[in-house]
C-alpha cells in the first residue's frame, strides 16, 4: 500500500473553531490533493498542490486553505469551521496527472 | 463543465447475476477512471480507460469507454458477496482533476 497517512482519523469539534487536518506520505510523489466525500456527492476537490509552496483551487474551495511547505506534508485548514463542512476528507497522491492513491479518509463532524 | 452520472444509484442483486453500471459524461474526458470503496474505507482504483474502445477485465469485472457516446460501463459476471461496494467512475477535467460521479451501491445477496 502507497504510504498516505491522514491525521486525525476522526475529529469532532464546533462550528466557528479553526481545523487542520494533516496529509502525510512517504511516497515523495509531486502531486497531493483533498476530496471532500458527501453522499450523492462522491468525491470532490478541495484543494491540490503540484509542488512545494505551488497549490491551486478545485471546485469547493470556499473556506478551505492549504499549505505545503515539504513534499512530504499537505495541511488542509478550516479557518472557522461550519455544520455544512461535516463531511469525509480524503488526501490522494499521485507521481503525474490524476490521483493514484487515497489515504483512508478522516472524519470530521462539526457540531 | 464535466458533469458525471452514474446510474443506478443504488443496486440490489443476487449471486450468480449478471449487471452493468453505467457512467455517462457531459463533456470530453480523454480518460476514464473506476474506483470501489468498501464501508468506511478508502478508494481502489479499479481501471483506467485511456481510448475510445478501451476494455479492461479483472476477474468478474469489466469496463469499456464509449468516448463517442461518453459512455463508460462497468459489467460484473456473475456476481458474487465480495463484489459489494460502492464503484465510483470518475472523468478528467483539465489537469489532475477528477471529477467523480455519485457512486453506485453495490449489494449482491446470497
Known amino acids: 500500500d502507497a504510504g498516505i497517512t491522514q491525521s486525525p482519523r476522526h475529529k469532532v469539534t464546533e462550528t466557528g473553531t479553526p481545523v487542520t487536518l494533516r496529509c502525510h506520505q512517504t511516497?515523495?510523489?509531486?502531486?497531493m490533493y483533498w476530496y471532500r466525500q458527501d453522499p450523492g456527492h462522491g468525491l470532490r476537490l478541495i484543494h491540490y498542490?503540484?509542488?512545494?509552496?505551488?497549490?491551486d483551487k478545485g471546485e469547493v474551495s470556499d473556506g478551505y486553505s492549504v499549505s505545503r511547505s515539504k513534499t512530504e506534508d499537505f495541511l488542509l485548514t478550516l479557518e472557522s469551521a461550519t455544520s455544512s463542512q461535516t463531511s469525509v476528507y480524503f488526501c490522494?497522491?499521485?507521481?503525474?496527472?490524476?490521483?493514484?492513491?487515497f489515504g483512508d479518509g478522516t472524519r470530521l463532524s462539526i457540531l | 463543465e464535466l458533469k458525471v452520472e452514474q446510474n443506478p444509484l443504488f443496486l440490489s442483486m443476487q449471486e450468480g447475476k449478471n449487471y452493468t453500471i453505467y457512467c455517462n459524461y457531459s463533456?470530453?474526458?480523454?480518460?476514464l477512471y473506476w474506483y470501489r470503496q468498501d464501508p468506511g474505507k478508502s478508494l481502489e482504483s479499479l481501471f483506467v480507460l485511456l481510448s475510445n474502445g478501451a476494455v479492461k477485465q479483472e476477474g468478474r469485472l469489466m469496463a469499456s469507454l464509449d468516448t463517442k457516446a461518453r459512455l463508460s460501463t462497468l459489467h460484473i459476471t456473475a456476481a458474487v458477496h465480495d463484489l459489494s461496494a460502492t464503484y465510483f467512475c470518475?472523468?478528467?477535467?483539465?489537469?489532475?482533476?477528477?471529477?467523480f460521479g455519485q457512486g453506485t451501491r453495490l449489494t449482491i445477496n446470497p
Open positions: 490522494a497522491i499521485s507521481e503525474t496527472r490524476e490521483p493514484q492513491h
Open positions: 498542490s503540484y509542488g512545494v509552496k505551488d497549490t
Open positions: 463533456t470530453t474526458s480523454d480518460r
Open positions: 470518475a472523468g478528467v477535467q483539465g489537469a489532475q482533476k477528477l471529477v
Open positions: 511516497e515523495n510523489h509531486r502531486y
